[in-house]
T-cell receptor
Framework: GESVGLHLPTLSVQEGDNSIINCAYS??????FIWYKQESGKGPQFIID?????DKRQGQRVTVLLNKTVKHLSLQIAATQPGDSAVYFC???????????FGQGTTLQVKP | DTGVSQDPRHKITKRGQNVTFRCDPI?????LYWYRQTLGQGPEFLTY????????KSRLLSDRFSAERPKGSFSTLEIQRTEQGDSAMYLC????????????FGSGTQLSVL
């Protein structure tokens, strides 16, 4: 399953399938891009980050892809599990500022 | 539990009242952040501290909001003369790294202003 366009509020996938969550960012000067996962009733949880001088970074079952030409970021989750159900946010950070700028989230629903 | 702790979890108040929230970060983290989140939206930056110094405040933070971290450990966020538009989840996070890209969030304080 894949979210398309600038933002799709909900992505529904079958357990075991791969998921792709997309994000468009705004600041071409951002030097870090980060994905967070937020489960109901909890604060966001760090998943993975990527520096602006990289195109791809892999973690455990997750891969982040960065396309600076079109200012696009994606999170790929392999073999999606019920525990992956949550809202996913991309965030960007630039320079020495302490703040992260979060995008609107995508809700991932995993069907058993 | 050695994660970020926030108190209270829920606060209901009447418009015009003052409220104060507390955040206890992970003990060895010197950076502490406050964010606000409304339903369906991503967290919105309010302010952050490095140790006891408040280094950055959002322009969205009105004069009714004040945050402190007096000893470089716990922090408080006070909202004076609350308005209905202040209703939101107030999230605290801490980070051990200077880049501040990996934040450890608490579960937040849900504020409802009636």
């Amino acid at each position: 399953g894949e979210s398309v366009g600038l933002h799709l509020p909900t992505l529904s996938v079958q357990e075991g399938d791969n998921s792709i969550i997309n994000c468009a960012y705004s600041n071409s000067a951002s030097d870090y891009f980060i994905w967070y996962k937020q489960e109901s009733g909890k604060g966001p949880q760090f998943i993975i980050d990527i520096r602006s001088n990289m195109d791809k970074r892999q973690g455990q079952r997750v891969t982040v892809l960065l396309n600076k030409t079109v200012k696009h970021l994606s999170l790929q989750i392999a073999a999606t599990q019920p525990g992956d159900s949550a809202v996913y946010f991309c965030a960007e950070k630039s320079g020495n500022t302490g703040k992260l700028i979060f995008g609107q989230g995508t809700t991932l629903q995993v069907k058993p | 539990d050695t994660g970020v702790s926030q108190d209270p979890r829920h606060k209901i108040t009447k418009r015009g009242q003052n409220v104060t929230f507390r955040c206890d970060p992970i003990s060895e983290h010197n950076r502490l952040y406050w964010y606000r989140q409304t339903l369906g939206q991503g967290p919105e930056f309010l302010t952050y501290f490095q140790n006891e110094a408040q280094l950055e405040k959002s322009r969205l933070l009105s004069d009714r909001f004040s945050a402190e971290r007096p000893k470089g450990s716990f922090s408080t966020l006070e909202i004076q003369r609350t308005e209905q538009g202040d209703s939101a989840m107030y999230l605290c996070a801490s980070s051990p790294e200077p880049q501040g890209k990996k934040l450890f969030f608490g579960s937040g304080t849900q504020l409802s202003v009636l």
